[in-house]
């Protein structure tokens, strides 16, 4: 056996380095659709490290969708890249349906907690604004938004996503009905829209409202149905894919793979929707589309109303490396709507650390429920 475990001072976790060498394994074609993995124990004696670990590991495996648990069996591979997953039969089937009836239900979907919030933080982060910058906050926003907030999210993004992106690609906005009105001034009103069928009503909404042809994508178990994604007509590709609402389906990593693919073949464009990602159970975050294609066609999108607060009217679009410069030519004439106020006290608490103290906290205490 391969695996190997660095226990060097600043390797990275033993739960994580074999994360990292399984998943390398399964994209890579080493370890195939329906290949059984070693065993935890078997595993656990070769690299070393404790069953606790390689517990760790594969439970990361399985959330991501690389692997699925088969009960007195073990771990199997489930990863293809195939232009869609080969039909299950048997028992694993009807486990796969019950969980999906189960999302549809929209017990999937957590709401937010109003107390988990730190407002005394936020208050005090507010008041030192207000000292440090004094009539800064009464001047105009630059188009694409304050260039604190930019460099924040940039920092952030590779933090907790491995997004590495400029502060440059980064576009501001009220929110995510206004990104998407963004999206379409960006990508053009003549293209046809795909969204995912059910899906945040709102999105539908604002495609209508901007005159663009709308088109509704089946949702299976694992993301939107192979052959309707082969069949449609559209140029962009509007998806949420981790926990969409109101399903809470999760795309596995084939899916988000046949996603970029379905966007390469096409010279097509994603727009990710990640608006419920960082509030996961999972001791790590999923892997964005962003992160499989970063330079030509996917839309990272996100905003703060699940994090924060509704009430908190700021979101982001982070654009494609190669395109971003053409892309913010089309909507430069727009002023920004967020007040420099709250752009600044969004990138002190991101900067200060205190938005992802919040974070972890709220995952802790979620994790423990």
Not at 210 to 228: F, K, Q, T, W
Request: glycine share 8%.
């Amino acid at each position: 056996m391969k695996y190997r475990i660095d226990r060097s001072a600043g390797a990275a976790p033993a739960y994580m380095q074999l994360y990292e060498q399984l998943r390398r394994d399964i994209t890579g074609g080493v370890l195939e659709f329906g290949d059984k993995l070693p065993s935890k124990r078997l595993l656990s004696e070769e690299t070393g490290a404790g069953l606790i670990t390689v517990e760790h590991a594969y439970a990361l495996l399985e959330e991501e969708g690389y692997l699925e648990a088969r009960q007195r069996s073990g771990y199997y591979v489930i990863y293809t890249e195939a232009d869609s997953l080969p039909e299950r039969t048997g028992p694993d089937a009807a486990g796969i349906g019950r969980r999906y009836e189960g999302a549809v239900s929209g017990s999937a979907i957590t709401e937010r907690d109003p107390e988990e919030f730190p407002f005394s933080v936020y208050a005090r982060t507010m008041r030192r604004i207000l000292l440090d910058y004094s009539d800064r906050i009464l001047e105009p926003s630059p188009g694409a938004g304050c260039t604190e907030l930019r460099q924040a999210l940039a920092s952030y993004l590779l933090r907790s996503r491995g997004m590495d992106v400029r502060p440059e690609q980064i576009l501001i906005g009220a929110g995510a009905e206004y990104l998407y009105t963004m999206a379409v001034r960006i990508l053009g009103r003549e293209k046809r829209y795909a969204i995912e069928d059910p899906s945040y009503n709102k999105i539908r909404l604002v495609y209508e409202a901007e005159g663009v042809s709308v088109e509704a994508l089946e949702l299976g178990p694992d993301g939107i149905v192979s052959s309707r994604l082969r069949e449609c007509t559209a140029d962009i590709l509007h998806v949420t894919p981790f926990t969409s609402y109101p399903s809470g389906i999760t795309a596995t990593a084939s899916k988000r793979k046949e996603y970029i693919r379905w966007a390469l073949e096409r010279d097509a464009y994603v727009i990710e929707d990640d608006y419920n990602s960082e509030f996961s159970i999972s001791t790590k975050a999923e892997d964005t589309l962003f992160l499989l294609e970063p330079e030509r066609h996917v839309i990272y999108m996100n905003t703060f109303s699940r994090t924060i607060s509704p009430s908190v009217r700021i979101g982001y679009m982070v654009l494609p490396g190669e395109r971003y410069r053409a892309m913010l030519e089309k909507n430069a004439f727009y002023a920004c709507t967020v007040p420099v106020f709250e752009q600044l006290v969004l990138a002190r608490f991101i900067e200060d650390g205190d938005f992802e103290r919040h974070i972890n906290r709220v995952r802790r205490k979620r994790r423990r429920k």
